[in-house]
């Protein structure tokens, strides 16, 4: 079976840093890419960016550009997404998704259980 | 910036046909994908290039594309369908990848 698990729920203070995880497991983790997307609360989707484990390849949207940092360890199928400097508005939840190419297109399935980010003072 | 349009609701009665739209410029060109996401929990993959079913979703869901719009119908939508549902488009590039703004489905 094809699985993405996410780490847990974090609680930081603005200015801190963190660095949430996606372990993919039931499949060639560097044969496919992986997107981060954010849910900020009561929202839609947004993808962040993408990550090819493979050769790290790493694209951004551009609102995240700068941002975040997205990462990948193959040795161990995971996937990174951090913060240097957190803010408030990074209040989120966040997937890791995998992403399906195809016919010249991408899709996102499966999807990790999601981490939810809270920044409060 | 490309744009993927959707209403913010619809609902149906259980039993009838629930159709959701998704509107953009570039649909023509580019296949289409739905999510369904309940409250609290991950999406979940329901049609993949425009009327692609996976394994495991049940028939009742299918998609279409008829020029700039796509649309999903659940055919004799049940309680369970309710949930938020995404549509999504990229490029195989991956230069741009766009969800629309998601409908809320109601079946009562």
């Known amino acids: 079976e094809v699985q993405l698990v996410q780490s847990e729920a974090e609680v930081r203070k603005p200015g801190e840093s963190l660095k949430i995880s996606c372990k993919g497991s039931?499949?060639?983790?560097?044969?496919?890419?992986i997107a981060w997307v954010r849910q900020m609360p009561g929202k839609g989707l947004e993808c962040m960016g993408i990550?090819?484990?493979?050769?790290?390849?790493?694209r951004y949207s551009p609102s995240f550009e700068g941002q975040v940092t997205i990462s990948a360890d193959k040795s161990i199928s995971t996937a990174y997404l951090q913060w240097s400097s957190l803010k408030a508005s990074d209040t989120a939840m966040y997937y890791c998704a995998r992403q399906r190419v195809l016919d010249e297109t991408r899709w996102f399935d499966p999807w990790g259980q999601g981490t939810l980010v809270t920044v409060s003072s | 910036s490309y744009e993927l349009t959707q209403p913010p609701s619809v609902s149906v009665s259980p039993g009838q046909t629930a159709r959701i739209t998704c509107s953009g410029d570039?649909?023509?060109?580019?296949?289409a994908h739905w999510y369904q996401q309940k409250p609290g929990q991950a999406p979940v993959m329901v049609i993949y290039k425009h009327s692609e079913r996976p394994l495991g979703i049940p028939e009742r869901f299918s998609g279409s594309s008829s020029g700039t719009t796509v649309t999903l119908t659940i055919s004799g939508a049940q309680a369970e369908d309710e949930a938020d549902y995404y549509c999504?488009?990229?490029?195989?590039?991956?230069?741009?990848?766009?969800f629309g703004g998601g409908t809320r489905l109601t079946v009562l």
């Open positions: 570039a649909l023509p060109k580019l296949y």
């Open positions: 039931g499949y060639s983790f560097t044969s496919y890419w």
């Open positions: 990550i090819f484990p493979g050769d790290s390849d790493t």
């Open positions: 999504q488009s990229a490029d195989s590039s991956g230069a741009y990848w766009v």
